[in-house]
């Protein structure tokens, strides 16, 4: 909510009263020192409303990374006034006047400079004994030094395989290495793109599949490019015979929205998530694309002859279920076989879902977000023939990454759902009976931007985190 008259009254009678206890500050100095104030308060308020979601309650992608559009203060007003459509930055032209914008601008370029290394979480915080509930837990630093860790994967052997965002897979060896592998395919790593996701297939020590998401170049376009799903095998620490399984399309030059996750059910049917690449009125709706869907294959790319829209004229026949905006979650539930999903809404409005076979999920027709500055592209939440979630969230938790707790080494967590909050910085516990949301709680708040979650063949829960790139274990203390 943006900061109206009544507390700008309220906000500099109370300054007013502050400032007259101060000796030899005159009147001149007492408005300026006003209105320094005041609009500071205001851009402090809209910097949380507007752009925190995205940057960090603490200025953390400006402090942290280079800046992307903009270096100058007049860049950047261009920026949040008309936005950047292609890498997912919006416009707030109806959300912010001109001085607002410029109030706003000056607040960041002076608040992120300010000792960056204050903002950094300290581990050590959470190197000690937690008590939540009835377990007892403490998280211990395994891998750090990393990027963005979006996939994790377990090899049998124990070595935890690490997918980062700007195109490096490795490989943490039970001797405490990080070791490179090498043979991707070239990745367009650019805005929220990059290398993604991992899975080893069901039967990987028959076959030694693994598979692997990221973003693909487009051959015409090397500006454009979209989701790709690939499988290959293991020797020693490089890449061999790949085989692509699936490509998005169309190829869009946006840098946002690539969904990515990827799961196995018990029949051995491999799921993926698209999103919508950021043209929410093109592309969920409709079954002629790949965005804004699950997807379903067999586990070599062929399309499972029951898929829902085979036999629909001009439908992308890997199409499972449709209406998403940008499912960054995907796992099989251990009792019922199901896949749950948790994907982000705008500003409200994330879910979880349990995916049913051609069913519309409602993006962008219903849903209980808004626009990021603010203003209504929707007044339905519900509709008929579109799925209600499990459970929504307002505000936001920016979801990323999910896993059910498959361990009994966690008392009380079994066959809970595990979601990464990139927004607030935690990782949820979730409790579910019959399908419901019946708990939720917050584990290792703080801890930075979670951007995936994983159980260990041996019972572990490893979480990968960002700001900086690390990878965490939580050990359950015995009692």
């Known amino acids: ?57 603490h200025m953390e992608e400006f402090t942290d990374r280079h800046w992307m559009f903009a270096n100058t203060q007049e860049e950047i007003e261009r920026i949040i006034k008309h936005g950047e459509e292609n890498m997912g930055m919006p416009g707030f032209t109806k959300a912010l006047n001109d001085d607002e914008i410029e109030s706003l601008t000056l607040h960041i370029l002076s608040e992120s400079v300010k000792r960056p290394e204050e903002r950094k979480t300290d581990l050590r915080a959470y190197s000690k004994e937690e008590v939540k509930g009835e377990l007892k837990y403490w998280a211990e630093l395994v891998v750090a030094d990393l990027e963005v860790p979006w996939g994790l994967e377990f090899l049998p052997n124990g070595d935890l395989l690490i997918a980062e965002r700007n195109g490096k897979l490795s490989r943490y060896t039970k001797n405490k290495e990080l070791v490179s592998i090498e043979g991707l395919p070239p990745i367009r790593v650019s805005g929220q793109g990059g290398l993604m996701d991992l899975r080893l297939h069901p039967d990987y020590n028959k076959n030694g599949w693994v598979y692997i998401s990221y973003s693909y170049i487009d051959d015409e376009n090397k500006e454009a490019g979209n989701t790709a799903i690939i499988r290959a095998k293991l020797e020693g620490n490089h890449l061999t015979d790949i085989e692509h399984l699936y490509k998005g399309r169309p190829a869009v030059t946006t840098s946002h929205h690539f969904g990515s996750r990827i799961e196995f059910d018990r029949e051995g049917y491999l799921y993926f998530s698209i999103g919508d690449r950021g043209h929410r009125d093109e592309f969920p709706q409709s079954l002629n694309n790949s965005n804004g869907k699950i997807h379903r ?36 539930h251990p009792v019922t076989g199901d896949i749950w999903e948790s994907e982000h809404g705008p500003r409200g409005g994330d879910e979880i879902n349990i995916i049913r076979k051609g069913q519309n999920y409602g993006w962008p027709v219903i849903s209980y977000g808004i626009n990021y500055d603010g203003t209504i592209f929707t007044n339905d ?56 949301v019946v708990d939720r709680e917050r584990l290792l708040e703080g801890i930075g931007r979670v951007r995936n979650v994983r159980v260990s063949p041996d019972g572990y829960i490893y979480v990968a985190v960002e700001q900086p790139g690390k990878i965490l274990r939580i050990v359950p203390v015995e009692n």
């Open 1 to 57: 909510m943006k900061i109206n008259l009544k507390n700008i009254v309220i906000l500099g009678s109370s300054l007013v009263l502050f400032t007259m206890c101060r000796p030899g500050i005159k009147n001149g100095q007492l408005l300026a020192h006003l209105a320094d104030s005041i609009f500071d308060s205001i851009s402090a308020v809209n910097y949380q409303n507007y752009c925190a979601g995205c940057h960090g309650d």
């Open 381 to 436: 939440t519900a509709m008929e023939g579109m799925l209600q979630p499990i459970h929504y969230y307002v505000p936001s938790i920016a979801p990323c990454g999910q896993t059910f707790v498959t361990s009994k080494r966690y008392k009380g967590w079994e066959n809970n759902l595990l979601i990464g909050s990139l927004r607030f910085k935690y990782l949820e516990r979730v409790a579910i009976k019959e399908d419901k």
């Open 297 to 332: 294959l067999f586990d070599d790319g062929r399309v499972p002859p029951d898929n829902p829209f085979v036999q629909v004229k001009g439908a992308v026949k890997s199409i499972y279920s449709y209406g998403h905006r940008n499912p960054q979650g995907l796992s099989m």
